[in-house]
């Protein structure tokens, strides 16, 4: 049985994969993949984002090597980036929470 970061890397990488696949390069997110993921996997997170140039903003920030697709390891970036705020959030809602009580 995997370990809880064993599963979540196996859904990260099925995640992206189940979304490159559908057009072009099967190993890449083209524009249009990367906004289904995005608004599929990541909608709750950017609902508050009203930017129409979200998506042409977070591809042009990950697609470190210019070739208008972001790879496996250029969507690992924006996770990863995901992930610290999130947490950079918790814990300071947990401090506010510790200097309440």
Do not use: W
Request: aromatic residues 8%.
């Amino acid at each position: 049985m995997p370990s809880q970061l064993e599963g979540a890397m196996d859904s990260l990488i099925h995640v992206f994969h189940n979304y490159s696949g559908k057009e072009g390069d099967k190993y890449k997110l083209n524009k249009g993949e990367l906004k289904e993921l995005l608004q599929s996997e990541l909608g709750n997170f950017l609902a508050s984002q009203k930017d129409p140039s979200l998506v042409d903003n977070i591809m042009k920030d990950l697609d470190s090597n210019k070739d208008n697709e972001v790879d496996f390891n250029e969507f690992v970036i924006l996770v990863a980036a995901l992930t610290v705020a999130c947490n950079e959030f918790f814990e300071e809602q947990l401090r506010k929470e510790a200097k309440g009580k």
